[in-house]
């Protein structure tokens, strides 16, 4: 079965940082595109980040640039989102997704919440 | 960036209607216009990928149309596992923006 499952939401403090995971299983990891995309409470979604099949090429949102990193471990098949200097309005549910003519795959999503 | 502008925000409609979604971009973004449609509490499921290609698995009564700038997304008779929020989204040119979404619901 394709499937994609993320893992690493939490409770942050303002300031705090977080790492979110997400871990592809049933199809070839390495050849596919992939992004992150978040859902605050109650609002829509929103683009995050994307990067490319072997990571050379990486795109952010500006609300999380240079503050967000987007990497992923093709042997591993897995894809990770470093979130530092965190702020309230990063709360929300964070989805990965494979990109194939539109994010056809995506994870259940995980929480982060950014709250003192 | 570009800008993609949903309407209506909301409808209501009874099972059975037609019913059609209009997306709007800031600058003409070709056919690279997507389609989803997210359910309470689940992850977004690609109905329409450029702007008319229909998904494997999704029923034949969603449709999409347009291209350049105004595109739309058709519902030809309504079942009760329809009643949504439908979200179209650019794949131009990152960022790749979401519209705001359209809440269907029921009549």
């Known amino acids: 079965e394709v499937q994609l499952v993320e893992s690493g939401g939490a409770l942050v403090q303002p300031g705090g940082s977080l790492r979110l995971s997400c871990a592809a299983s049933?199809?070839?990891?390495?050849?596919?595109?992939m992004n992150w995309v978040r859902q605050a409470p109650g609002k829509g979604l929103e683009w995050v980040s994307y990067?490319?099949?072997?990571?050379?090429?990486?795109y952010y949102a500006d609300s999380v640039k240079g503050r967000f990193t987007i990497s992923r471990d093709n042997a591993k098949n897995s894809l990770y989102l470093q979130m530092n200097s965190l702020r309230a309005e990063d709360t929300a549910v964070y989805y990965c997704?494979?990109?194939?003519?539109?994010?056809?795959?995506w994870g259940q999503g995980t929480m982060v919440t950014v709250s003192s | 960036d570009i800008q993609m502008t949903q309407s209506p925000s909301s409808l209501s409609a009874s099972v059975g209607d037609r019913v059609t979604i209009t997306c709007r971009a800031s600058?003409?973004?070709?056919?690279?216009l997507n389609w989803y449609q997210q359910k309470p509490g689940k992850a977004p499921k690609l109905l329409i990928y450029t702007a008319s290609d229909l998904q494997s698995g999704v029923p034949s009564r969603f449709s999409g149309s347009g291209s350049g700038t105004d595109f739309t997304l058709t519902i030809s008779s309504l079942q009760p596992e329809d009643f949504a929020t439908y979200y179209c989204?650019?794949?131009?040119?990152?960022?790749?923006?979401f519209g705001q979404g359209t809440k269907l619901e029921i009549k």
């Open positions: 997704a494979r990109y194939l003519r539109g994010f056809d795959i």
């Open positions: 600058q003409s973004i070709s056919r690279y």
């Open positions: 049933g199809f070839t990891f390495s050849s596919y595109e």
């Open positions: 990067i490319s099949s072997i990571g050379t090429t990486i």
């Open positions: 989204q650019q794949s131009y040119s990152t960022p790749y923006t």
